[in-house]
Every structure is written in C-alpha cells, then in structure tokens.
T-cell receptor
Framework: AQSVTQLGSHVSVSEGALVLLRCNYS??????LFWYVQYPNQGLQLLLK??????LVKGINGFEAEFKKSETSFHLTKPSAHMSDAAEYFC??????????????FGKGTHLIIQP | GAGVSQTPSNKVTEKGKYVELRCDPI?????LYWYRQSLGQGPEFLIY????????DSGLPNDRFFAVRPEGSVSTLKIQRTERGDSAVYLC????????????FGAGSRLTVL
C-alpha cells in the first residue's frame, strides 16, 4: 500500500528564509507525487506534481520539489519565505497503479509558520 | 461550474441523526472523490466514482456511510445514525479524463455531531 510521511507537524521560519518541508513516501508502484496547500477554511490547492521525466519540478508561488527515488523523498522548498506562505501543506502519492485516477493518499500535513 | 461546490459548508447535528452532504463537481469531470479530514490530520480517502458507479468504496469506515452519484455529476454522501466520531471536514474533489491525477477540491463541509 502507498503511504506518505511528513516530518514535522509544524515548521517555523523567518520571512525571507529558506523553506524546507520534508516528505517521504512508500509505494509498490512507480509513484506520482504531489504537494497541496490548504489555507484556513479553504479547499486544497495543487502546488506542484511529479509524474515522469524531470525530477525537479516547479510549482506555483515559487515552490519547487525534487523527486529522489533512492531516498524515496519529495521534499518541498522555497528560497525565500513570504508571510502569505503561512498555511498547511500536504504531500500526497497516488493510491495505486492508475496514475492517480483512483485518487491520492495524503500525509498528515505540515503547518508552516512564517515569523516576521 | 467554475469550481467544486460543496453544501452545506457547516452542519451541526445531534448524535443519532441522519446527514446528507452534497458535492457539485466541475462540469465535465468524470471522476469524483470523497475524503474525510479530521482535526490535525491529512485527508483520508473514502470513496471515488467514475461516472455513476462507485469504482472504489474501500475507504468508507462502516455501513453507516453511503454515497451516490445517480447521474454522473452531483454526488451525495449520506451518514446514518451519526456518532460524535464522525465530526470532521468532508472534502469532495473531481478530476477530468485528460488530467486524471489532478484533483480539484471543494472547500469542504464541516460536520459537527453533538
């Protein structure tokens, strides 16, 4: 079965500092990997995804993530944090071999706090 | 519509009551997913539909939970004999055939069982 582990339920960084949110996955099939962001009282919004091809993927709002098969990781980074980045971030992996058509399995989330 | 619409946004009910939560997906999206998000947790898969049929309902916690999508568009999640442990945000998502792995989520329905 596919699973996701997000290290750190809360991460606090200063405005302008590097953001690093960690995600490790377990999958019995080649995974598709995703990062979603959730602002208070809103639905999840897709930040970026990895399916095939280039292992470094760029997303919205200056975020990027790198798929490292040898480390089973898909960490999310942003060079310079902004106050508006404060939110809950979820890493997800495809549930099965259907390429995501059968849905995603999510991690427990990381709450990103930006300090002025 | 432009996005995934879920109603009601908030529902407060008493233990033992019956509840229906509605999801209106993006027009043309053939796949529809229900997730449950408890406080401090990530979304937990419940069920997904391809068209009118439930392709995988393995995430439904017990037989008090049921979902339908009779015309392949709007879906209703039904919870019978609600329990306090059912309190959570219920999220709906949909995806198109062209981008099957890109799920677009609604804002959710927050259910509180007293």
């Amino acid at each position: 079965a596919q699973s996701v582990t997000q290290l750190g339920s809360h991460v606090s960084v200063s405005e302008g500092a590097l953001v690093l949110l960690r995600c490790n996955y377990s999958s019995s099939v080649p995974p598709y990997l995703f990062w979603y962001v959730q602002y208070p009282n809103q639905g999840l919004q897709l930040l970026l995804k990895y399916t095939t091809g280039a292992t470094l993927v760029k997303g919205i709002n200056g975020f990027e993530a790198e798929f490292k098969k040898s480390e089973t990781s898909f960490h999310l980074t942003k060079p310079s944090a902004h106050m508006s980045d404060a939110a809950e971030y979820f890493c997800a992996v495809t549930r099965g071999p259907g390429g995501g058509a059968d849905g995603l399995t999510f991690g427990k989330g990381t709450h990103l706090i930006i300090q002025p | 519509g432009a996005g995934v619409s879920q109603t009601p946004s908030n529902k407060v009910t008493e233990k033992g009551k019956y509840v229906e939560l509605r999801c209106d997906p993006i027009s043309g999206h053939t796949a529809l997913y229900w997730y449950r998000q408890s406080l401090g947790q990530g979304p937990e898969f419940l069920i997904y539909f391809q068209g009118t049929g439930a392709a995988d309902d393995s995430g439904l916690p017990n037989d008090r939970f049921f979902a339908v999508r009779p015309e392949g568009s709007v879906s209703t999640l039904k919870i019978q004999r609600t329990e306090r442990g059912d309190s959570a945000v219920y999220l709906c998502a949909s995806s198109s055939p062209i981008s099957a792995n890109v799920l677009t989520f609604g804002a959710g329905s927050r259910l509180t069982v007293l």
